[in-house]
Nanobody, 126 residues
Framework: DVQRRRLGGGLVQAGDSLRLSCAAS????????MGWFRQAPGKERVFVGA????????AYADSVKGRFTISRDNSENTVYLQVNSLSREDTAVYYC???????????????????WGQGTQVTVSS
């Protein structure tokens, strides 16, 4: 199966930027639409954004639109989440996930994604 790794989490200050990476091994990442989710302490996992297989289409949650950017490099088998202007409300565990469906639609529900990374903690201090 695809193993996903995330790089770039950690403790940052409000206003900082961060880039999270999600790399796959075992299969070509270009076969999947990819999504990013996050889960704050005591809350449900929620959609952050998603990207099409070729990277030409993206979708974002309203709460992050304009601050977060998803991109992918299929030659490097990696998907990225650039997060800017971080605030304490962005503190969460961030997950990447793969959607294997053949549709072009970028799903936003947790249950639409079948393969998940282990998550990386992002903590924003004021």
């Amino acid at each position: 199966d695809v193993q996903r790794r995330r790089l770039g989490g950690g403790l940052v200050q409000a206003g900082d930027s961060l880039r999270l990476s999600c790399a796959a091994s075992g299969r070509s990442l270009s076969s999947y639409k990819m999504g990013w989710f996050r889960q704050a302490p005591g809350k449900e996992r929620v959609f952050v954004g998603a990207i099409s297989r070729n990277g030409g289409t993206t979708a974002y949650a309203d709460s992050v639109k304009g601050r977060f950017t998803i991109s992918r490099d299929n030659s490097e088998n990696t998907v990225y989440l650039q997060v800017n202007s971080l605030s304490r409300e962005d503190t969460a565990v961030y997950y990447c996930a793969a959607d294997r469906t053949n549709t072009k639609y970028l799903f936003r529900a947790v249950n639409d994604y079948t393969s998940w990374g282990q998550g990386t903690q992002v903590t924003v201090s004021s």
